[in-house]
């Protein structure tokens, strides 16, 4: 069974950081795409960034030059660096995950952490 478990979210002010991280665990062969989309309240979940186990990485219009997405393979792990933080970045952040496991190819997702940016 593969679960991916986010870390991470919390209340920050505007303007401020927070670190996003998400593990991978269970019966997986290779990650091939890491990612974070989000879901602000009344809106449809959009991607975030996303990286390639060989480090090739794409942002949405909105983060770029604020957030950073990395990965480390041994660990099974991505992270979101999120600097510069606006009131518009307040939502759900999900972590995405595209895995070969023993038994298929699929996508999988994590629960979900809150980001909340509010003075």
């Known amino acids: 069974q593969v679960q991916l478990v986010e870390s991470g979210g919390g209340l920050v002010q505007p303007g401020g950081s927070l670190r996003l991280s998400c593990a991978a665990s269970?019966?997986?062969?290779?990650?091939?795409?890491m990612g974070w989309y989000r879901q602000a309240p009344g809106k449809q979940r959009e991607l975030v960034a996303t990286i390639t186990s060989g480090g090739s990485r794409t942002y949405a219009d909105s983060v770029k030059g604020r957030f950073t997405i990395s990965r480390d393979n041994a660990k099974k792990t991505v992270f979101l660096q999120m600097n510069s933080l606006k009131p518009e970045d307040t939502a759900v952040y999900y972590c995405?995950?595209?895995?070969?496991?023993?038994?298929?190819?699929?996508?999988?997702w994590g629960q979900g952490t809150q980001v909340t940016v509010s003075s």
């Open positions: 269970g019966s997986i062969l290779s990650i091939v795409v």
């Open positions: 995405n995950a595209d895995i070969l496991s023993y038994s298929d190819r699929r996508d999988y």
